[in-house]
């Protein structure tokens, strides 16, 4: 796995917890969600992502999104 495929994979998981955390706990955690688009939303216009930066440092291959 390489790290765009661990970086959408996470941003996946982060989306589908914070809405099943809203449905069950409080609808505060929509904003968990929210975060992660408007990230993703930036990294897409900027090629930064925090995660990938930290994936890179831990060794994990490049992808072609993510350099």
Known sequence: M???RFVFAF???MVLASVLLAWAV???WLLLGG???LNLLQAAFTGFCPLA?????LGMPA????R
């Not at 930066?53 to 440092?57: A, E, G, H, S």
């Not at 992808?63 to 993510?66: D, E, K, Y």
């Open 35 to 37: 975060f992660v688009g």
């Open 63 to 66: 992808g072609c999104a993510f």
């Open 53 to 57: 930066v930290i994936l890179r440092r």
């Open 26 to 28: 409080s609808p505060g």
């Open 2 to 4: 390489n790290i765009d």
């Open 11 to 13: 941003a996946g998981a």
